[in-house]
C-alpha cells in the first residue's frame, strides 16, 4: 500500500537553529517519486522539490536540502538557519508509476514554526 | 502565481445544497486534479482528469462529481451537503500524462456548509 508517515506534527524552533523534517514512506512500485510541498499561512501550495527513486543524490537549494536514502524510505528535509518566513506547514507526498495518473498521496504534515 | 485560478475563492453554503467550484490549469497543461484538504482527513486525492477522459478516482464521495472541458477548465461539483463537507478544495495542473512534472497548485476554495 502506498503511505507517507510525518511523525513530527509540530516542531518550534528559534531563528537561525536548523530543523530537520522526517518523511517516511511505503509503496510497492520500485519507480515512484517523492515530493515536498508547503502551505504557509496564506494557505496556498507551494511546491519545493521533486525527486525520483532512482535518484539517491543529496540535493540543497540555498538553505534547504533534502536526504533521499531508499534503504530506509526516507526522504527528510533540512532547513538549516531557519527564518521567520519558513514558518509552514510542510507536506511530503509521494507519486508512483503509472496507472494512468499522477496523483499524489500526502502526509499529515509537519508544522513548523520558527520564532524570533 | 502557479498559473493554476479557482473561483471561487470562498463559499459559505447550507446543508442540503449543491455548488460548483471551478479551475483553470496552467497554459498548456493537460491534467487537472482535485484535493481535498480537511482538519479530519488531511490532503486527499479527489479526481484526476487527463485531457477530458476521467484518469483515476480517489476518496470522491458519490454525491461529488467531475467533469473537464475541451478548454480542459474542470468543474467539481458537490452536492446534497453535509457539514463534514467544509474543507479546503484543491486544484492542480500538469503537464503531459506519464511525465511527472510537479503538479502546480491554485489557490484553493474554502467551502463553508453551515
Known amino acids: 500500500a502506498q503511505k507517507v508517515t510525518q511523525a513530527q506534527t509540530e516542531i518550534s524552533v528559534v531563528e537561525k537553529e536548523d530543523v530537520t523534517l522526517d518523511c517516511v514512506y511505503e509503496?510497492?512500485?520500485?519507480?515512484?517519486?517523492l515530493f515536498w510541498y508547503k502551505q504557509p499561512p496564506s494557505g496556498e501550495l507551494v511546491f519545493l522539490i521533486r525527486?525520483?527513486?532512482?535518484?539517491?543524490q543529496n540535493e540543497i537549494s540555498g538553505r534547504y536540502s533534502w536526504n533521499f536514502q531508499k534503504s530506509t524510505s526516507s526522504f527528510n528535509f533540512t532547513i538549516t538557519a531557519s527564518q521567520v518566513v519558513d514558518s509552514a506547514v510542510y507536506f511530503c507526498?509521494?507519486?508512483?508509476?503509472?496507472?494512468?495518473?499522477?496523483?499524489?498521496?500526502f502526509g499529515t504534515g509537519t508544522r513548523l514554526q520558527v520564532f524570533p | 502565481d502557479s498559473g493554476v485560478t479557482q473561483t471561487p475563492k470562498h463559499l459559505i453554503t447550507a446543508t442540503g445544497q449543491r455548488v460548483t467550484l471551478r479551475c483553470s490549469p496552467r497554459?498548456?497543461?493537460?491534467?487537472v486534479y482535485w484535493y481535498q484538504q480537511s482538519l479530519d482527513q488531511g490532503l486527499q486525492f479527489l479526481i484526476h482528469?487527463?485531457?477530458?477522459?476521467?484518469?483515476a478516482k480517489g476518496n470522491i464521495l458519490e454525491r461529488f462529481s467531475a467533469q473537464q472541458f475541451p478548454d480542459l477548465h474542470s468543474e467539481l461539483n458537490l452536492s446534497s451537503l453535509e457539514l463534514g463537507d467544509s474543507a479546503l478544495y484543491f486544484c492542480?495542473?500538469?503537464?503531459?500524462?506519464?511525465?511527472?512534472?510537479?503538479?502546480?497548485f491554485g489557490p484553493g476554495t474554502r467551502l463553508t456548509v453551515l
Open positions: 482528469y487527463y485531457n477530458g477522459e476521467e484518469r
Open positions: 525527486r525520483n527513486s532512482f535518484d539517491e
Open positions: 507526498a509521494l507519486s508512483e508509476t503509472p496507472y494512468n495518473t499522477d496523483k499524489l498521496i
Open positions: 509503496t510497492r512500485d520500485t519507480t515512484y517519486y
Open positions: 497554459s498548456g497543461d493537460l491534467s
Open positions: 492542480a495542473s500538469s503537464g503531459n500524462r506519464g511525465s511527472y512534472n510537479e503538479q502546480f
